[in-house]
T-cell receptor, first 108, second 115 residues
Framework: RKEVEQDPGPFNVPEGATVAFNCTYSNSASQSFFWYRQDCRKEPKLLMSVYSSGNEDGRFTAQLNRASQYISLLIRDSKLSDSATYLCVVNKADKLIFGTGTRLQVFP | DTGVSQDPRHKITKRGQNVTFRCDPISEHNRLYWYRQTLGQGPEFLTYFQNEAQLEKSRLLSDRFSAERPKGSFSTLEIQRTEQGDSAMYLC?????????????FGSGTRLTVV
């Protein structure tokens, strides 16, 4: 079993739609959680950190459920520019472990 | 430019040749990480340094791979006797000492193609 599991997608959604990605992790000792965004053939870039209390950054909302070892990302009012791969990331022993990513394609 | 720099951006090499990649981290970051990413996968951890000390190496890092960070600044990753399976994007990232709580900053990567 992979340490971080994500549905690879692709998720194809129209502009303006709301889309949610989920991720599960296996290491209950993990203490830091993130979502990264990766455009095609580019490096991953930090999108946002994830906390149990939930956090919101504009159209993006991230949530952590420690009991279920589950992380989510909600994107509201999708834009064409949101098309990318979204990587779920957890820390393990002082380094970050990445999921395989979920591909999002927003169409006009 | 105060980001993470990697050189070269692309490298095509023949099987069996040695290659070396360089990474220059953000200057005030004392942690430096190497990852490898293949198509359709997330980045996979290879190794990391705190200053000049190499603190951990992944089992993915065979004895053909070696990484150094001699003065705690830039780092090099060398692959000896390259194989076609080494073809991937090699990503370098840096972070402050407590970076695990803040995420990493990645460089643009070196794309290696072994022919």
């Amino acid at each position: 079993r992979k340490e971080v599991e994500q549905d690879p997608g692709p998720f194809n959604v129209p502009e303006g739609a709301t889309v949610a990605f989920n991720c599960t992790y296996s290491n209950s000792a993990s203490q830091s959680f993130f979502w990264y965004r990766q455009d095609c053939r580019k490096e991953p870039k930090l999108l946002m950190s994830v906390y149990s209390s939930g956090n919101e950054d504009g159209r993006f909302t991230a949530q952590l459920n420690r009991a279920s070892q589950y992380i989510s990302l909600l994107i509201r009012d999708s834009k064409l520019s949101d098309s990318a791969t979204y990587l779920c990331v957890v820390n393990k022993a002082d380094k970050l472990i990445f999921g395989t990513g979920t591909r999002l394609q927003v169409f006009p | 430019d105060t980001g993470v720099s990697q050189d070269p951006r692309h490298k095509i090499t023949k099987r069996g040749q040695n290659v070396t990649f360089r990474c220059d981290p953000i200057s005030e970051h004392n942690r430096l990480y190497w990852y490898r990413q293949t198509l359709g996968q997330g980045p996979e951890f290879l190794t990391y340094f705190q200053n000049e000390a190499q603190l951990e190496k992944s089992r993915l890092l065979s004895d053909r791979f070696s990484a150094e960070r001699p003065k705690g600044s830039f780092s090099t990753l060398e692959i000896q006797r390259t194989e076609q399976g080494d073809s991937a994007m090699y990503l370098c990232a840096s972070s402050p000492r407590t970076g695990v709580n803040y995420g990493y900053t990645f460089g643009s990567g070196t794309r290696l193609t072994v022919v």
